[in-house]
């Protein structure tokens, strides 16, 4: 879909995505939906994990999935019973890649958002490709009307991308020119009372090859009009990017710390992906990619560093994620049963 070709193979990945929803081998829904937990037996078995002994770390309301971690449950059982799963499991929000079912048939967006709606999830976000060189694909670039019509059936909130600006290059003026189509389209998502926004990867995090003391993301934030272009961290990728553009290319350091992005700025940010990883810095990544409570990256640190924030609490909504789980509804289960554990140090 893109003429770009990532040198990191999580983008290709991710832009390859934008369908959602592809065809996975699964158990029978009876096994699959006797073997949930509810949340609070979940929650249990997840004490190990808990940090602190303050209020919960985790805000009301405020805990959602990305369903393409789900996308093989999607495919064989339907939205319906993904659904049911996620509301015993204790999820507020579901962000959708996709608003089809693969091969348990046709729904359409008015009967999706009942759907979630009566399983007590709210339709947040989604995710959409940025561009095509196909006129009718359905894209931001090339269907912008489209997309923004069904995000507004759908009731969302947010609507974004999580293809790279990479567009035109990497360069910074490649950068600017994306800047400019993420202006146009966050000014006409606002124009339907919504925010676009956009969700990085590591690649993001590098150097412009014009500019090697520039990095990329500096680009896009101080390209982009901040009332009108919102960012969805992924967490994950974000700490992947630290470990791979700590260092300029001629080998100088140039450390950040991701929360410090969104400490400096959080207004920008409504949206987070809440994936983990486990340290391995002998892999290209640093981290290999585990369910959510298994992993390395401190989530009581990163979740109570945002929402401490003055009026910050409840200006968040935290999706978790895994991209290729062993078993995405334990993983699911998983994931909320650790993040709603979490407490803040008194």
């Known amino acids: 879909m893109s003429r770009f070709s990532p040198p990191d193979p999580e983008l290709g990945h991710r832009i390859s995505r934008r369908g959602m929803l592809g065809v996975a081998a699964g158990a029978t829904a009876a096994a699959l939906l006797g073997a949930a937990a509810t949340p609070a037996t979940a929650a249990t078995g997840a004490a190990s994990a808990t940090h602190g002994r303050g209020r919960p770390v985790l805000p009301p309301g405020r805990l959602g999935i990305q369903l393409y971690s789900l996308r093989d449950k999607v495919s064989t059982l339907g939205f319906g019973p993904v659904f049911a799963e996620l509301e015993r499991y204790g999820y507020d929000e579901v962000e959708f890649a996709g608003y089809t079912q693969g091969s348990a048939g046709p729904i359409t967006l008015a009967q999706l958002k009942r759907l979630a709606r009566s399983h007590g999830l709210n339709p947040i976000g989604s995710h959409v490709g940025y561009y095509s060189s196909d006129p009718n694909a359905y894209t931001f670039a090339t269907n912008l009307t489209k997309v923004l019509d069904d995000a507004e059936a759908l009731g969302l909130k947010h609507v974004g991308t999580a293809s790279g600006p990479f567009r035109y290059g990497s360069t910074v003026d490649a950068w600017k020119r994306a800047a400019e189509d993420f202006n146009t389209y966050g000014a006409a998502a606002r124009a339907r009372g919504m925010k676009f926004y956009q969700h990085n990867h590591s690649e993001e995090f590098s150097f412009a090859t014009d500019k090697p003391d520039v990095r990329l993301y500096d680009v896009l934030l101080a390209e982009t009009d901040p009332d009108l272009v919102y960012l969805e961290m992924d967490i994950y990728w ?109």
């Open 238 to 346: 974000a700490y992947v990017g630290q470990f791979r553009f700590s260092k300029r290319p001629d080998g100088t350091p140039a450390p950040f710390e991701p929360l410090e992005y969104v400490q400096r700025d959080p207004d920008r940010y409504p949206l987070f992906h809440v994936k983990d990883g486990v340290s391995d810095p002998s892999t290209q990544h640093g981290y290999r990619m585990t369910d959510v409570g298994d992993g390395d990256i401190d989530y009581q640190r990163f979740i109570s560093g945002v929402t401490r924030l003055r009026g910050q609490r409840l200006a968040h909504h935290w999706q978790a994620e895994h991209d290729n789980p062993v078993e995405s509804f334990a993983f699911a289960r998983k994931s909320s049963a650790h993040l709603h554990a979490l407490r803040e140090d008194c």
